[in-house]
């Protein structure tokens, strides 16, 4: 199994795992986008300088401000990539 595979899985597959911080911003880079654009795709808010939502999301998890990325949203971007 791939590194990535089990953040890609259904979320009802006991190999599920949800994405860390540092996987979220890899498919960003990878696909060329900014927060904002995950905001967007996502329906989380932003302004003309960012998103604060999508920056919690890629927090280290030992910081308060982190938050952990909801299963909606990270399958939404998955597929409007069409990574799945």
Known sequence: MDIFTKYLLLHTDE???QPPPH??????EK???????????TGVSFNKK????VAKWETDPS??????I???AWRLLLI????V
């Open 31 to 41: 696909y060329k986008l900014t927060q904002v654009d995950v905001a967007k795709i």
């Open 63 to 68: 910081k308060p401000d982190h938050r952990q």
């Open 50 to 53: 960012g998103s604060s939502t």
């Open 70 to 72: 909801p299963y909606s």
């Open 80 to 83: 409007t990539l069409e990574v």
């Open 23 to 28: 996987v979220l911003r890899a498919v960003r």
């Open 15 to 17: 190999l599920y795992k």
